[in-house]
């Protein structure tokens, strides 16, 4: 059974740092690999998609890699914002289309 | 472009009852799926329906269901509601089936908040 694990599970920061983001999965047999965010009581806002064939992704500040053969994906985020604040999702995805959403990790930028 | 819209936003309910809540997907998606999100399981699949079918399903008891229409609104429904029921219940819509396949971009609605007392 899949499990997708990550870590810290919540972090603070000052403003201006450079970040990175784990997520661990069990099962290296993915479809894809996708990174969100989710605001206090919001829905999921998709960031970044990795396909299994891929090493990484970017978007802006952002720098997604999945490295499938020891099962881990790792989120950068570069000069961070207190707008970056926010709960990070990663999911994987299995060849049946299903998300397997990880445990979330709470990012607090402070000003 | 209007977003994924879910009402009721909250509600609250008692032990034993049942609720149902709404899912308006952007114009144009087919594709509906629905999440349970809690503190302590986390964020999970509950189903996904294309085309007025059931595509995809998790692993929630039967008193969990769904369907959908044929303007793609979507509805999931919960009987005999039970204190662990309590959660925030997202929906999210795409253009075609398939969570997380390349170039099918998701877009999630802002839930609805279920408590159960």
């Known amino acids: 059974k899949q499990e997708v694990t990550q870590i810290p599970a919540a972090l603070s920061v000052p403003e201006g740092e450079n970040l990175v983001l784990n997520c661990s999965f069990t099962d290296s047999a993915i479809y894809n690999l996708q990174w969100f965010r989710q605001d206090p009581g919001k829905g999921l806002t998709s960031l970044l998609l990795i396909q299994s064939s891929q090493r990484e992704q970017t978007s802006g500040r952002l720098n997604a890699s999945l490295d499938k053969s020891s099962g881990r994906s790792t989120l950068y985020i570069a000069a961070s914002q207190p707008g970056d604040s926010a709960t990070y999702l990663c999911a994987v995805i299995s060849g049946t289309y299903k998300y397997i959403f990880g445990t979330g990790t709470r990012l607090k930028v402070l000003a | 472009k209007a977003g994924v819209t879910q009402t009721p936003r909250y509600l609250i309910k008692t032990r034993g009852q049942q609720v149902t809540l709404s899912c308006s997907p952007i114009?144009?998606?087919?594709?509906v799926s629905w999440y349970q999100q809690t503190p302590g399981q986390g964020l999970q699949f509950l189903f996904e329906?294309?085309?007025?079918?059931?595509?995809n399903k998790g692993n929630f008891p039967g008193r969990f269901s769904g369907r959908q229409f044929s303007n793609s609104r979507s509805e999931m429904n919960v009987s005999t509601l039970e204190l662990g029921d309590s959660a925030l219940y997202l929906c999210?819509?795409?253009?075609?089936?398939?969570?997380?396949?390349?170039?099918?971009?998701?877009?999630f609605g802002e839930g609805s908040w279920l408590t159960v007392v």
């Open positions: 999210a819509s795409s253009f075609q089936p398939g969570q997380g396949a390349t170039g099918n971009t998701i877009y």
């Open positions: 114009s144009g998606h087919r594709s």
């Open positions: 329906y294309f085309s007025e079918t059931q595509r």
